[in-house]
């Protein structure tokens, strides 16, 4: 099984909804991250969380909220999708070592009409 | 200026060759520096980490640091079609997160 999953794999949505990406992992690490990324653009940091109970904003966390329920599950919502919010979304994982490596799950595409 | 740089390609490479990647970072406390390879369509994976000046290598890759210029470099010998894809340069500084490149686009044709 992956160590790192997120639901749902494709997703397809209007102007103005609610929608929430999942993300668990079961490698049993504190950190946890949340990237878009667009053509040409690379990968951007919208929220990370070093525990449980830290939450922090990325570069890029306007339209965006999280919540870590647990360890292993980090969810991010868009509260009300507009079409600038459609890429392709990453969650990753790291154990916070100094030579820390960071995990990626498979992604999940988001088109926003 | 970006903080990190990367030459958005496509570098393309006959099949053989050494493909050399190269990466300039802004943030000057940044002590671990990282290639990830992506395939198209696909999530990145790490490939290398280099900490020390110098040259460090694994297989057929070698990373190379240089924190008095702020620049990495990843060289990929013997390149395979199958090494064809986005290298994506990523130091950690003092915020102790990676910050990515915006990858190169490596082509290696037969």
Known sequence: ?113 | QKEVEQNSGPLSVPEGAIASLNCTYSDRVSQSFFWYRQYSGKSPELIMSIYSNGDKEDGRFTAQLNKASQYVSLLIRDSQPSDSATYLCAPRGGSYIPTFGRGTSLIVHP
């Not at chain 1, 459609?86 to 994982?93: D, E, I, N, R, V």
């Open chain 1, 1 to 113: 099984d992956a160590d790192v999953t997120q639901t749902p794999r494709n997703r397809i949505t209007k102007t103005g909804k609610r929608i929430m990406l999942e993300c668990s992992q079961t490698k049993g690490h504190d950190r946890m991250y949340w990237y878009r990324q667009d053509p040409g653009l690379g990968l951007r940091l919208i929220y990370y969380s070093f525990d449980v109970k830290d939450i922090n904003k990325g570069e890029i966390s306007d339209g965006y909220s999280v919540s870590r329920q647990a360890q292993a599950k980090f969810s991010l919502s868009l509260e009300s999708a507009i079409p600038n919010q459609t890429a392709l979304y990453f969650c990753a994982t790291s154990d916070g070592s100094p030579q820390e490596t960071q995990y990626f799950g498979p992604g999940t595409r988001l088109l926003v009409l």
